[in-house]
């Protein structure tokens, strides 16, 4: 959103804003799944958002990355409203990377291909240059020895990390997390959590829909607490895991801590 300057700004200073949802309505058909979501998210900030199964969550986060349209208000990313289609959508996406619950890789391309895929086909970088990127990023979340290998060949964890090693050659200005553990085998969690702790920490701006508690103790900036397509309550892990405000919230993490 632009913000007003004050006459003694010499020049504009971009906003820490990077991603603003505004008064962001969306109807299922008779069904109102987000209601006047107003969000933003600022640069190098994780925030994870939770809330029951059947708030928005995952509505939103495919808001965010137009895989969703809304009915009303507005979503801004770096200050450019969202794209409706073409060229423009595929440079949204670029800039905005997802990682699903399922990990929704190419079965049929190994490791190394899906994670050069839309670097050269979208951002045409040449193949060498995609590829020893890939390699970087592979080694970056400990797959570096799997790059030849299928998604089949892999455990779930090392698919979810391949998937987060796929987004980030995409430089994304912000990545999107839905429920990336919740597919996993227990054991395979950490792996995958670490690797995403490791990225909140080198400065990434995330959104992240989990239910490890935990994870959000240690990485998130601010804790999004939402119920019935609405945002109930906002805080800090701290605050917000120990002195919890509103009885939705308060009933919510009864049940799951
Ligand atoms: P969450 O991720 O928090 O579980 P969702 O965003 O997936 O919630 O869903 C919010 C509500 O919208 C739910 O009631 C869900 O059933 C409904 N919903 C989600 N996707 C669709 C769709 N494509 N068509 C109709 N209803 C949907
Ligand atoms: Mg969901």
Redesign the pocket.
């Known amino acids: 959103m632009t913000k007003v300057m004050s006459a003694t700004h010499r020049r504009a200073v971009p906003s820490t804003d990077l991603v603003v949802l505004d008064k962001v309505n969306k109807h299922?058909g008779p069904?109102h799944?987000l209601k006047d979501i107003d969000l933003a998210v600022s640069r190098g900030e994780v925030v994870v958002l939770i809330?029951p199964?059947?708030?928005?969550?995952?509505?939103l986060c495919r808001a965010i990355n137009r895989l969703e349209t809304i009915d009303s208000g507005a979503i801004t990313v770096d200050g450019t409203p969202l794209p409706t289609e073409g060229r423009q959508l595929a440079r949204l996406r670029a800039e905005v990377g997802m990682v699903f619950q399922g990990f929704n890789l190419f079965a049929h391309k190994t490791v190394l291909d899906n994670v050069t895929l839309a670097p050269v086909k979208v951002l045409k970088q040449n193949r060498r240059a995609a590829e020893q990127r890939a390699h970087e990023l592979l080694d970056r979340v400990g797959i570096g020895s799997q790059a030849h290998k299928y998604p089949a060949q892999l455990s779930g964890g090392q698919q979810q990390r391949v998937a987060i090693a796929r987004a980030l050659a995409m430089d994304p200005k912000v990545i999107l997390f839905d429920e990336p553990t919740s597919a996993l085998d227990p054991e395979m969690v950490n792996e995958v959590l670490d690797v995403m702790t490791a990225l909140a920490r080198d400065g990434m701006t995330m959104v992240v829909?989990t239910h490890e508690m935990g994870f959000a103790r240690r990485a998130a900036d601010r804790v999004v607490f939402?119920a019935d397509g609405q945002i109930v309550e906002e805080n800090t892990p701290h605050e917000f895991f120990d002195n919890p405000r509103s009885e939705r919230a308060q009933a919510f993490l009864a049940k799951i801590l």
């Open positions: 299922y069904l799944v809330g199964s059947g708030s928005g969550k995952s509505t829909v939402m």
